[in-house]
Nanobody, 122 residues
Framework: QLLESGGDLVQPGGSPRLSCTGS????????IGWFRQAPGKEREEVSS????????RYADSVKGRFTITRDNAKNTVDLQMNSLESDDTAVYYC?????????????????WGHGTQVTVSS
C-alpha cells in the first residue's frame, strides 16, 4: 500500500513537500511515480524515480521546480515542490511498480495511493 501526505492549500510561490510512504517489504525494488489530476483534465505523470534512486524523470511543466527523492530505509519517496502556480492545483497520487527497468510507462504502475489534494490559491 501507498499513502500520500503533505497536500494543503498553499499560496502561489509556495513550497510544499509531498511524501509517499510504502508499507511492506522490498520497497527498494519498486519504481515510484508521482502523478496529478486536475479537475476536468487527464491524469499526468509529474515525476518518477528508479528503484535504487539514481535516476529521475520530470514532466516539462515541473522541471526545475520539483525534486523527487527517496529514502529506501524509511520506505518514502518525497516530492519537493517549489514556485507553485495555480496550474499545479490537483490531486497528487503516488504509484509503484516492482521492476528493475526505468523509466516505465504510466500504465505499467500496479499500486496506487488514494491521493492528496494540493490547492494553489491566494
Amino acid at each position: 500500500q501507498l499513502l500520500e501526505s503533505g497536500g494543503d492549500l498553499v499560496q502561489p510561490g509556495g513550497s510544499p513537500r509531498l511524501s509517499c510512504t510504502g508499507s511492506g517489504s522490498f520497497f527498494d525494488y519498486y519504481v515510484i511515480g508521482w502523478f496529478r489530476q486536475a479537475p476536468g483534465k487527464e491524469r499526468e505523470e509529474v515525476s518518477s524515480i528508479s528503484a535504487p534512486g539514481g535516476d529521475t524523470r520530470y514532466a516539462d511543466s515541473v522541471k526545475g521546480r520539483f525534486t523527487i527523492t527517496r529514502d529506501n530505509a524509511k520506505n518514502t519517496v518525497d516530492l519537493q515542490m517549489n514556485s507553485l502556480e495555480s496550474d499545479d492545483t490537483a490531486v497528487y497520487y503516488c504509484a509503484a511498480k516492482r521492476t528493475v527497468w526505468f523509466p516505465i510507462r504510466p500504465d505499467e504502475y500496479t499500486i496506487w495511493g488514494h491521493g492528496t489534494q494540493v490547492t494553489v490559491s491566494s
